[in-house]
């Protein structure tokens, strides 16, 4: 009985003799594409050699070179009376170390409905357009497997290196090093880590403490002590770092930390803001001002608000963080610390550029700072 791996082998493969890519490699890499993209997986077969080569109107010895070398880079293994069959490998041994330079970047990204994301994408393609490299832009939707199989894929399409940005507000927390349970700082490809302070390695990261300090700290200036944050899974190091901020600010005007007022959300939207402030105002609890660590919970919050007849900023007064260009066109205006994302993505190309090319690096670590951008949303005027 044929394996139905191999009607998928026998539809996918293909060779081109006019190519300067010899077949051996044509057919390896096929082969590797269709295991990472999991289209053929762990315990599958592949074909005969001699029926492959058939197949394919080639030298059966350029298939078996084809199997030894997926086999050297363990992908499969081959053991006679039962064929060449799939393992389930380890990512780092199936990267070659002899690379050649294919100008293209690898992007990981947890959610492009997120506008923070696009922001980031537009800065780093600036740089890639600048230097003649490609992006290969992959959205996980904050999902574990997804991520790990993108990653898998960028990989083996060979990528010259890979923006890895965080995420964690889906079903798991876990960062990219646990997401594909291995050393990533030994690989031959090089990585740069987006806004992800737990993760050891060459990043470029935002200051989400302190972005988290201002826009607490203003709010206290304005007289309100009871203050709310909406923020998202406090599992993830970044948000952690904004709720820092939080309590710092609180800690210093000697004002008390109130975990009711503390607010996880399960995603970054507008749905998500409007939905976690209705439960607060439904509760009873209602503060005189909330930080919204997100501005897409900001503009949830407004309309939560708006709907119980409650004035922004007269009843509630509301900071939001990101400062994306939504800010500027909400009902009063959005008062927001601005991170600056173009300049994320922009710092992170070149960081990963010079990593590629192997050009001297003076920070492993690179942080840029946030500022506070004031508008109506807080009860001031809006700066010019």
Not at 6 to 25: G, M, N, S, T, W
Not at 126 to 141: C, E, F, G, N, Y
Not at 263 to 278: H, K, Q
Request: proline share 6%; charged share 20%.
């Amino acid at each position: 009985m044929k394996h139905p791996s191999y009607a998928i082998i026998f539809d996918r493969v293909r060779i081109d003799e006019k190519q300067d890519r010899p077949l051996v490699a044509q057919i390896a890499d096929q082969i590797h594409w269709l295991i990472v993209s999991k289209q053929i997986n762990p315990g599958d077969r592949l074909p005969p050699v001699r029926e492959l080569a058939r197949h394919l109107q080639i030298n059966l010895h350029t298939v078996r070179a084809a199997y030894h070398r997926l086999e050297e880079n363990k992908m499969i293994y081959t053991r006679r009376g039962i064929g060449s069959v799939v393992v389930d490998y380890d990512l780092s041994d199936t990267i070659c170390t002899n690379r050649i330079l294919t100008h293209t970047f690898g992007v990981i990204v947890p959610d492009l409905a997120n506008p923070f994301y696009p922001a980031f994408l537009s800065g780093a393609a600036r740089v890639a357009q600048k230097h003649h490299v490609l992006l290969m832009t992959s959205d996980t939707q904050d999902n574990r497997k997804l991520a790990k199989a993108y990653f898998e894929m960028l990989i083996a399409k060979h990528v010259d290196g890979i923006l890895l940005a965080p995420w964690g507000m889906g079903p798991h927390d876990d960062n990219i090093v646990s997401i594909v349970n291995g050393d990533l700082y030994n690989y031959p490809v090089p990585l740069v880590f987006v806004d992800q302070p737990d993760v050891d390695g060459y990043a470029v990261l935002l200051d989400s403490k302190n972005a988290g300090f201002l826009a607490t700290q203003h709010l206290i200036e304005h007289g309100h002590t009871k203050i709310a944050i909406i923020t998202g899974r406090l599992s993830v190091p970044t948000l952690y770092q904004v709720f820092e901020g939080y309590l710092s600010a609180l800690e210093l005007h000697g004002l008390k930390y109130c975990p009711q007022l503390v607010i996880e959300a399960d995603n970054f939207s507008y749905a998500e803001g409007y939905r976690v402030t209705r439960t607060l105002i439904e509760s009873g609890n209602l503060p005189t001002a909330i930080f919204a660590a997100g501005d897409m919970f900001a503009v949830g919050a407004m309309k939560a608000l708006r709907e119980k007849k409650l004035q922004v900023p007269g009843d509630v007064a509301i900071v939001g963080y990101n400062n994306i260009d939504v800010a500027n066109f909400t009902q009063p205006t959005l008062t927001s610390v601005s991170t600056p994302i173009q300049e994320l993505g922009e710092k992170s190309a070149e960081l990963l550029l010079k990593l590629v090319n192997r050009e001297p690096v003076a920070q492993r670590k690179i942080v840029l700072p946030s500022r506070l951008i004031v508008r109506e949303s807080c009860g001031c005027q809006p700066s010019k």
